[in-house]
């Protein structure tokens, strides 16, 4: 089963969403731990085989797999700077992605993006370091394809923090009067950084801001991929019939900090302590086995995930850097 091509059998889309989102647990675990090679015993961002910041979405997977199960390679998706669990649901290339990550020339853009600017025109997928910036290229993607006689649809995810950017009224102003076949998913993790959402958004549930703009707004609380995967049918098949667009908020957990190195000492002590019982492929493991899935059959799918993780990062790491000259290549200005 490859993500971006998910089976929508009752038994079939269930495993795919558990696998895809241990492949992107796996991945993200491995480059957690090479992200610190080099930079001690003086942390120095620069330093190491993967410079710069990172952002994990760990705890975060059920959101792109809920959603990336209904999608097909020539669906449009647009995602954040935290995008891995995304760009593996949608089906990147993962030799490429991590190889893009590590800078390398075999990278999605020849290791000159990084991880948080990800590309894969192969199966639409893209993401930036700019908060909301992904939001009202979808929009334009979906109306592309509408105007090009195609039923596919467009997906933006962002954060709880982007719906304070002016992109976002703007984009759903737009999408809600044309009637664009256009999805919107929130990825609520109730943090924007270090700063709780409560101390910095005025309405408690950001799907209750759809209604400003005539369209429907959907809340998913428990960060739970079955219910997830539910409200994101209705939302991908209610685009695709030519019935405009849906805001979906979903409740969310950033297990990591902000970005790797956080000390995360902004959260409250007793909230970081819960985090260990939030994860969500555990609790899903868990679900699957009770529904009659055997564990072996899980156990399978995480060898594979394992395997298919410690390929690209070995395909990352053997990979050559680009020439030096190349850094001025593809600049336009």
Request: one cysteine or more.
């Amino acid at each position: 089963m490859q993500p971006g091509q998910a089976p929508h059998g009752n038994l079939h889309h269930r495993l795919w969403m558990y696998e895809a989102m241990v492949k992107s647990r796996e991945l993200e675990s491995r480059i957690k731990t090479i992200y610190f090679e080099g930079k001690t015993p003086v942390f120095n961002m620069a330093k190491g085989p993967i410079p710069g910041e990172m952002h994990l979405s760990m705890g975060q997977e059920p959101c792109a797999v809920g959603v990336c199960a209904h999608l097909r390679p020539t669906d449009f998706v647009t995602a954040t700077h935290r995008p891995h669990h995304v760009a593996v649901a949608k089906g990147v290339d993962l030799r490429k992605m991590a190889a893009e990550i590590f800078g390398k020339k075999t990278g999605l853009s020849r290791g000159l993006g990084g991880h948080m600017h990800l590309f894969d025109a192969a199966v639409n997928f893209s993401c930036s370091g700019i908060i909301g910036e992904g939001i009202a290229p979808a929009v334009g993607a979906a109306m592309a394809a509408r105007i090009q006689g195609r039923d596919d649809v467009a997906v933006s995810f962002m954060g709880e923090g982007a719906t304070n950017q002016g992109q976002f009224h703007e984009a759903l102003n737009l999408a809600a009067l044309w009637k664009a076949p256009v999805v919107f998913i929130i990825e609520d993790n109730a943090y924007g950084i270090s700063v709780c959402k409560a101390e910095s958004t005025s309405v408690a549930s950001n799907a209750d801001r759809a209604a400003a703009y005539g369209i429907p707004g959907v809340f998913v609380p428990g960060n739970d991929p079955d219910a997830i995967h539910a409200a994101a049918g209705e939302a991908i098949a209610r685009a695709r019939a030519g019935d405009g667009p849906t805001l979906i908020e979903l409740e969310t957990h950033r297990l990591e900090g902000h970005f790797v190195g956080d000390t995360v000492e902004y959260r409250p002590v007793e909230e970081r302590e819960r985090l260990a019982e939030l994860d969500p492929i555990q609790l899903f493991r868990s679900r699957l086995i009770g529904d009659g899935h055997e564990a072996s059959e899980l156990d399978a799918l995480d060898a594979e995930a394992v395997r298919l993780a410690d390929d690209a990062i070995s395909f990352a790491r053997n990979s050559e850097y680009p020439a030096l000259e190349e850094a001025f290549a593809h600049v336009f200005g």
